[in-house]
């Protein structure tokens, strides 16, 4: 996850330190080529199989006969993954012809229109407290991370209710959030009125999008939001919450899913706020 760099410090001083080993994986459908992707390699199998799903080109995890992963076989010391689906991909050609690069880091992309799904969208009946919200944030804070160590990189995270269930980084964030989507896959778990998505990047219409097709309804960045983000959370009736960290936090969207206590914003027990 991480390589050892020598560099010189503000006094003129050489040290070693940590920074994120990034890779390439070239992703192959049906030994059709699709896209490279720039990740940590951490669960590569899992950013795949979210990959596929968020770009919408599969369905069905059950359409996906295997994914196989070599870091030796690409050209230039890339990865590949290697896909094979059971039917192969409808109209792959045509599906994958208009990309849209995102704002996500390392470029994120989405095959199609990115409307083209919104008003089939139906997210759950779910809401938040401000203390639940704190308890997020503290969990994140206490989480050993990548960031902590060499920097430079994404994390995001699935809650239910205040229980992280999976804690992912890469170098952009749009890897993490599909690899969370994979994983819910692979161990059949949908999102539900419990369910909590976070972030520490910007959220775009790419990161709300993907949010909204997992089901998830209350979005937690530690970053804002840009306008397309907020425009589609606004009409998905999303909950964006931003800007948060320790006690604070801008509520973006759907502020009816935010159950608000004011008072905890001053209330601290040994530095966290009292739930």
Same mark, same amino acid.
């Given at each position: 996850?991480?390589?050892?760099?020598?560099?010189?410090?503000?006094?003129?001083?050489?040290?070693?330190?940590?920074?994120?080993?990034?890779?390439?994986?070239?992703?192959?459908?049906?030994?059709? *080529? %699709?896209? @490279? =992707?720039?990740?940590?390699? !951490? /669960?590569?199998?899992?950013?795949? $199989?979210?990959?596929?799903? +968020?770009?919408?080109?599969?369905?069905?995890?059950?359409?996906?006969?295997?994914?196989?992963?070599?870091?030796?076989?690409?050209?230039?010391?890339?990865?590949?993954?290697?896909?094979?689906?059971?039917?192969?991909?409808?109209?792959?050609?045509?599906?994958?012809?208009?990309?849209?690069?995102?704002?996500?880091?390392?470029?994120?992309?989405?095959?199609?229109?990115?409307?083209? *799904? %919104?008003? @089939? =969208?139906?997210?759950?009946? !779910? /809401?938040?407290?401000?203390?639940? $919200?704190?308890?997020?944030? +503290?969990?994140?804070?206490?989480?050993?991370?990548?960031?902590?160590?060499?920097?430079?990189?994404?994390?995001?995270?699935?809650?239910?209710?205040?229980?992280?269930?999976?804690?992912?980084?890469?170098?952009?964030?749009?890897?993490?959030?599909?690899?969370?989507?994979?994983?819910?896959?692979?161990?059949?778990?949908?999102?539900?009125?419990?369910?909590?998505?976070?972030?520490?990047?910007?959220? @775009?219409?790419?990161?709300?999008?993907?949010?909204?097709?997992?089901?998830?309804?209350?979005?937690?960045?530690?970053?804002?939001?840009?306008?397309?983000?907020?425009?589609?959370?606004?009409?998905?009736?999303?909950?964006?919450?931003?800007?948060?960290?320790?006690?604070?936090?801008?509520?973006?969207?759907?502020?009816?899913?935010?159950?608000?206590?004011?008072?905890?914003?001053?209330?601290?027990?040994?530095?966290?706020?009292?739930?």
């Amino acid at each position: 996850m991480t390589r050892q760099v020598d560099v010189v410090n503000a006094q003129g001083v050489h040290e070693q330190v940590s920074i994120p080993a990034e890779r390439a994986l070239t992703v192959y459908v049906d030994k059709r *080529e %699709i896209v @490279t =992707l720039m990740t940590l390699g !951490a /669960h590569p199998e899992l950013l795949v $199989l979210g990959y596929l799903r +968020n770009q919408r080109l599969v369905s069905q995890v059950s359409e996906v006969a295997s994914i196989t992963v070599d870091w030796d076989a690409g050209e230039g010391g890339a990865g590949v993954a290697a896909v094979k689906t059971y039917q192969g991909i409808a109209d792959i050609q045509a599906r994958t012809e208009k990309r849209v690069v995102t704002t996500g880091c390392g470029q994120g992309s989405v095959f199609g229109d990115l409307m083209d *799904e %919104i008003d @089939t =969208l139906a997210l759950p009946d !779910a /809401h938040i407290s401000q203390a639940r $919200l704190y308890g997020v944030l +503290n969990a994140i804070r206490l989480q050993e991370s990548t960031y902590k160590s060499a920097g430079s990189v994404h994390g995001c995270a699935l809650f239910s209710g205040e229980d992280m269930q999976i804690f992912v980084e890469d170098v952009g964030r749009h890897n993490a959030i599909d690899t969370i989507a994979g994983w819910m896959w692979m161990h059949g778990v949908s999102a539900d009125a419990d369910s909590i998505f976070y972030t520490t990047g910007r959220l @775009t219409s790419e990161m709300v999008m993907k949010s909204a097709q997992m089901g998830v309804a209350v979005v937690v960045s530690r970053s804002g939001i840009t306008q397309m983000g907020y425009d589609l959370a606004a009409r998905l009736q999303l909950c964006t919450v931003g800007r948060a960290m320790n006690k604070h936090f801008l509520c973006y969207t759907a502020a009816e899913r935010l159950q608000l206590d004011p008072a905890l914003a001053k209330a601290t027990v040994h530095g966290v706020a009292a739930a």
